[in-house]
């Protein structure tokens, strides 16, 4: 068991400082090298994702000298078992939920024009343009995605 977790206070800014590595340029620059939909094998994505954000979780811990290679599972995974009902905790830590993959999304909301992008077949590796996929053009096209953590 990582010995830090019982310290709140440290948490608490091991996760400001996970935060704003997650939040900083050079981050987003990795979404945007690694995470091209048109660059990117598909079967990669979520492991990509999961490997920049596991480099933040390193570089948080090492800044306060915890020592990473003891930590037991994720960092995000471990401080939700032990704050989960705690409000401040959640707080910090809804920036995952809001930030996400978004480097290479951009920044839409709900009524924006959906930019017309290449999707991978996972097996195949066949493209085919979104737009493609849109038939009734009458009928709003929905997406729903999801993810895992």
């Not at 707080?91 to 024009?113: C, H, P, Y």
Request: hydrophobic fraction near 40%; charged fraction near 30%.
């Amino acid at each position: 068991m990582a010995s830090f977790i019982e310290d709140r206070d440290l948490v608490m800014s091991i996760l400001a400082r996970f935060k704003e590595l997650m939040e900083d340029e050079s981050t987003k620059q990795k979404y945007d090298q690694r995470m091209d939909p048109n660059k990117a094998d598909p079967t990669k994505l979520i492991a990509i994702v999961t490997g920049i954000t596991d480099e933040c979780a390193v570089m948080a811990l090492s800044d306060h000298g915890v020592d990473p290679e003891k930590l037991t599972g994720r960092l995000t995974s471990l401080v939700m078992k032990h704050y989960g009902n705690d409000k401040e905790v959640l707080e910090l830590m809804s920036f995952m939920a809001q930030k996400g993959a978004r480097s290479w999304i951009g920044n839409l909301k709900v009524g924006d024009t959906r930019p017309d992008v290449d999707l991978v077949a996972i097996e195949t590796k066949e493209k085919i343009s979104l737009s493609d996929l849109h038939i009734n053009k009458e009928r709003p096209l929905v997406i729903v995605s999801g993810s895992i953590s």
